[in-house]
């Protein structure tokens, strides 16, 4: 493993966090819309939208340091035509700088929510393709331990399940402190918002937390079938060399996803338990945040090419 | 449409004694770590029961030197973000270390190994098949130095017609993956593609 990989995974791991988060959040947006009203659905997600911002602009940063050559860093769009690192880098850039336009009219309230909600639209649909491109990348005919469905499925439960936990957890810290200080309106309103919210993103983390739980065990399975030095040695990296690694990551990801998961839903029954629900929402998305990053770590790690 | 290039190896006539790896290494001055051309060393064996009950052994070892094969289908080539990997006309495959951003994606790609990245400029670098010896009528650096004539070049449908069409032998990837521009003659004890009856034994030269 290089030092540069370090780039790689967070990276990889912040920016489909961010997408996840945006997409989430414009769902949450959409419902909450349907359901009272635009001001109303602004409170708590208008701050969780801001505070992507400068989760996207640390990670296209990190990237630099992965280059030999950063100076030329602007090149890399070139090869749009069969290079699916172009692809990704452009749509890297295109989300962040779509997603910052956005993202300050929102604040603003500049324009008109249509126009605003479609530009939501198409930038979740980016960030969406974004992290289709990021598999792609990794999908290398040489490379047996990437080169799986695996890689692209596991990409879009990171995405939605770091995306749903971190705008949880957005929300819940970003209503306690608009309570705190009074400065909260309708809070009935906010609670039921808060709530549904949760109650939602628990949901969706049991569901992807068991759609890991299977890809996981087919993938190695797919993988040790394939028999060849290449995947044998990838196998060896992930459940030898890695098998602690491995072991903490699952551990992390059951109790995160599914274990807080499961008590944050209870902690909602009343307004009171706000306090507790808190502390099960950070929980969760660091557990599953720490355990997410192991998971590309040693997937990074297991990257053994055939040939010489 | 020019012809294409790529080498012919004879893995019958190595001896192992890798000159042409270090007049690669010499002609292009290359830094500690970057290996264009190298050779690979398979090896395999074990004890074999007669029909008799005597035991003998079977062990075998062979050389493959390998550098770009300047494939026909270069994989590095596709996957590069910048295009400064690119293919010339002749087939010789390139890297414009102008335009590189070090980002050592061919370097994943390429089964073959070819594409290396140089820390001391930060970019990727590769065999170019001397091609400022070939436009002064000179051979490549590794072809001449070959002392056992092992490793020749020339125009890649012409090696085949002389040669065969063989270009995977055991340690060597599928060549259907890039269709490298590449001859073998095989040893007499090499092994298909994947053999699990044998090893790369020198990982850290290649």
């Excluded at chain 1, 809070?187 to 993103?201: A, K």
Aim: with cysteine; net charge negative; proline share 5%.
């Amino acid at each position: 493993m290089q030092a540069n990989e370090w780039s790689l995974i967070i990276f990889t791991t912040v920016m489909q966090m961010a997408v996840g988060s945006f997409v989430i959040l414009g769902g949450v947006h959409f419902f909450a819309t349907r359901r009272y009203d635009a001001q109303a659905a602004d409170t708590l997600s208008d701050r969780a939208l801001l505070a992507i911002g400068p989760i996207v602009i640390l990670a296209m940063l990190v990237t630099f340091l992965h280059l030999g050559n950063p100076l030329n860093a602007p090149r890399a769009i070139s090869n749009l035509g069969s290079s699916w690192l172009s692809r990704e880098v452009t749509l890297a850039a295109i989300f962040t700088i779509g997603g910052a336009v956005f993202a300050f009219m929102q604040w603003r309230k500049i324009s008109t929510a249509t126009i605003r909600n479609t530009i939501g639209l198409v930038v979740a649909a980016i960030g969406l393709l974004l992290v289709w491109s990021m598999a792609q990348v990794y999908l290398l005919p040489t490379v047996p331990a990437w080169n799986s469905p695996a890689t692209v499925v596991t990409f879009f439960i990171t995405t939605l399940l770091l995306g749903s936990l971190a705008v949880g957890s957005a929300f819940v810290l970003t209503y306690q402190y608009l309570r705190g200080r009074n400065n909260l309106p309708s809070s009935d309103t906010q609670f039921d918002i808060l709530s549904t919210t949760l109650r939602w993103i628990v949901l969706i983390s049991l569901v992807l937390l068991g759609v890991q739980f299977v890809v996981i065990p087919l993938y190695l399975a797919n993988l040790a079938e394939q028999g060849s030095e290449a995947a044998m040695a990838s196998i060896s990296l992930i459940l030898d060399q890695g098998g602690a690694l491995f072991a903490l990551r699952l551990i992390l990801l059951f109790v995160g996803a599914g274990i807080f998961s499961i008590f944050m839903y209870r902690s909602l029954s009343s307004e009171s338990r706000t306090r507790m629900t808190g502390y099960l929402a950070y929980s969760a998305f660091a557990f599953v945040l720490i355990s997410e990053i192991l998971g590309r770590f040693l997937f990074y790690e297991s990257m053994i090419r055939i040939g010489m | 449409m020019a012809n294409k290039l790529g080498f012919y190896f004879n893995a019958t006539a190595c001896t192992g004694c890798k000159a042409c790896q270090v007049a690669c290494k010499d002609k292009s001055d290359l830094p500690v770590g970057v290996n264009w051309r190298r050779v690979a060393e398979y090896t395999g064996g074990e004890w074999v029961t007669n029909p008799d009950g005597t035991v003998e052994q079977n062990v075998f070892a062979y050389y493959t030197s390998i550098a770009c094969n300047h494939c026909t289908n270069p994989i590095c080539v596709e996957v590069c973000p910048t295009q400064a990997m690119h293919q010339r006309e002749d087939g010789i495959v390139m890297v414009d270390e102008s335009i590189c951003i070090g980002c050592r994606y061919c370097e994943w790609a390429c089964p073959y190994g070819a594409p290396q990245f140089n820390e001391e400029v930060g970019v990727m670098t590769k065999c170019n098949f001397c091609y400022d010896y070939l436009d002064e009528g000179q051979s490549p650096a590794c072809v001449a130095a070959c002392p056992s004539r092992a490793l020749f070049f020339g125009d890649i449908d012409e090696l085949r017609a002389e040669h065969g069409e063989l270009a995977e032998i055991a340690p060597l990837p599928p060549a259907d993956i890039t269709e490298p521009n590449l001859v073998i003659e095989p040893h007499h004890n090499a092994k298909p593609i994947g053999s699990p009856s044998g090893k790369l034994i020198n990982p850290e030269e290649v």
